[in-house]
């Protein structure tokens, strides 16, 4: 049902005010700001999203309301960035207040616990903070169930498909789920789904570097760690207590290649395009294709956890894959002999910020 | 994040009831009541779920609390089922109370404004009630915004995958929904993975109907209204004012076979087997595969929806389907090159049951 049903008459006099506090600034923080005035206009009637903060790791704008439309001009006369001028204006802020993290940083992460004492519910599309190792990630937890805040994350893994709102529903419907597996990079899936054994596999990762898919080093893609990173986030979903550590992890480069510098890599080339070549070849004469996946079992309380190159059969979930596409693939006491599956482009501007709008939206019902 | 995170200290004294009306006891209504104690258990802390009314066409049980373990044999007690009883029953239950619909009947779907008068969130397996006659459909909606109570009808289209709540939370986040398409039953998805072409179509309907997996009548499967039902549905959730009249509908049948009794479809069983032998021989030399589809397009205000029968690429997002699944295929501003896809089993009396417990799970985040 639209949400038009859930419209409460007459309470414009007592609008609750959500304050929104924005961290990051790049590309996809900017696309965060520039949906934000629709969606102020949106939820005009039911709230009032009051964006009162603007920070990247070099400049802060801290003030009481800023116009989402002309954010860019009000950030240029920002002040320096000063973490303890953040903490005391966030603490001094009415509730309820979010903070939304659309930084890559792991010293930001580190910041939770002191904004969840100034009272703030968390947004965040930075990785760091829900993969930090296990005691820091539930003194978080603790912190959260002390003071009834809330800590939205969906869009670490799969941007906007929602993956851990669906797994939530499960549980909280009192599902039980046995296995999560999948593709879960964009760039793998890529290079996955174009290559057929006539280009070297090489050649595919440098077009996918002018395209802009790698990381500025591709090795950081192939290395498989930001899927692994992305496993322990579902894990952890799932209330496993796992570490980065625990999840065995295949990179998708020969032994030799992953360490030195870019140069180094390049020469050596055509030991990945040997690997490559000969993985292929297997799985063509067993009718299969290659995925980079990932898997998570849970077996009377056993988790079992990897990431690596595999081939999987032409019909199975895995193989139905579009270039770039993610896909998640759930096992379940209802979901046997069918598994539910999610699927679609797992990274990008737009899906990225639109799903940090999703839980922007999910915050908004539990706090109007 | 896991619930635990918004689970709040010391409310224990405070704890909200919500009573809850369970209207059907058929094999789904069976399987919620049994769910139901467990999830009584897992939301302790949080709310108590009162269970105070179980009702089917003949027999109503209204009493203050019914143990849900026990429910059978309270109910065997229960008195004749009298419509004024209940409506009185329900106007004088403490707030917030739902009434969860899992009865086939539109008759009983036409009480909903009374049910919405007497203060009643909405739970519905019913399709009946989300496809009424335009009129009636939006004079509930106005009832529902008057009163600031929801109503949830997840399960009416894809049993347990959260389609209309995807869709909701992509409108919600201020995307634009451009087309939804899919296959939507499950047992002419059954039909159509199986059929190869050996076997005559007919006699695959037989084993469908030998394995339960059709209507008593299998002509009320192939007929397609239960697909046009569930896209009315989808349209209805985009906002868009349609009725069921305004959806194409193409059955898989062959024009004559539509009417008279059963003993004298099967007698000109013939004709549907040409006709599908016919649509796979010319799929089959194109690379594609048949699938019984639904789809809906919203440009520039108007919409074009229909139900058919059509040949899709094998590489399709519709061709790689395990035998009864649903799969659901949403293109939007922010999914236009990759669309977002949910896949899984349509239907079955665990992710019907489930999906009626995800709705109470979605409906207690806003009444605890």
Chains 1, 2 share one sequence.
Not at 110 to 139: D, M, W
Not at 273 to 301: F, I, Q
Request: aromatic share 6%; net charge negative; hydrophobic share 45%.
């Amino acid at each position: 049902m639209t949400d038009s049903k859930q419209v409460k008459p007459g309470v414009a006099a007592s609008l609750t005010t959500l304050n929104v506090v924005v961290a990051g600034t790049g590309k996809v923080g900017a696309e965060f700001l520039r949906l934000l005035a629709s969606q102020q206009q949106r939820f005009a009637g039911q709230i009032r999203l009051n964006l009162c903060a603007i920070l990247n790791s070099r400049q802060a704008l801290l003030s009481d309301t800023i116009e989402s439309q002309a954010w860019s001009s009000a950030f240029s006369d920002a002040k320096p960035y000063q973490q303890a001028n953040l903490v005391a204006y966030l603490a001094a802020l009415p509730s309820p207040k979010v903070l939304i993290d659309i930084t890559p940083s792991q010293d930001f992460a580190r910041l939770y616990p002191a904004f969840i004492a100034a009272g703030c519910h968390l947004i965040s599309a930075n990785k760091q903070g829900v993969t930090l190792p296990g005691a820091e990630y539930q003194q978080i937890l603790q912190a959260l169930v002390r003071s009834g805040l809330r800590w939205l994350s969906n869009t670490t893994v799969g941007a906007g498909i929602p993956v851990q709102r669906v797994m939530q529903e499960l549980l909280q419907s009192g599902d039980q789920i046995r296995e999560v597996s999948g593709v879960f990079s964009g760039t793998l899936s890529w290079l996955l789904c174009q290559y057929d054994g006539t280009t070297a596999f090489s050649e595919l990762v440098l077009q996918a570097q002018q395209l802009g898919y790698t990381e500025p080093d591709p090795r950081d893609d192939l290395s498989g760690k930001d899927v692994q990173r992305k496993l322990l986030v579902l894990a952890r979903e799932l209330g496993a207590e796992l570490e980065l550590a625990d999840i065995e992890l295949e990179p998708l480069l020969p032994a030799g290649l992953a360490d030195g510098d870019l140069a180094g890599f390049w020469q050596q080339r055509q030991q990945l395009d040997l690997m490559l070549a000969e993985a292929y070849a297997k799985a063509t004469a067993e009718n299969k294709v290659l995925r980079y996946a990932a898997s998570l079992c849970l077996v009377d309380g056993q988790v079992q956890a990897g990431v690596r190159l595999v081939a999987v059969d032409n019909k199975a979930p895995l193989a139905a894959l579009a270039p770039c596409d993610n896909i998640f693939v759930i096992t379940s006491d209802w979901y046997q002999q069918n598994p539910l599956v999610l699927k679609g482009p797992g990274a990008g501007l737009l899906v990225t910020a639109g799903g940090l709008h999703a839980d922007l939206a999910e915050l908004v019902k539990s706090v109007r």
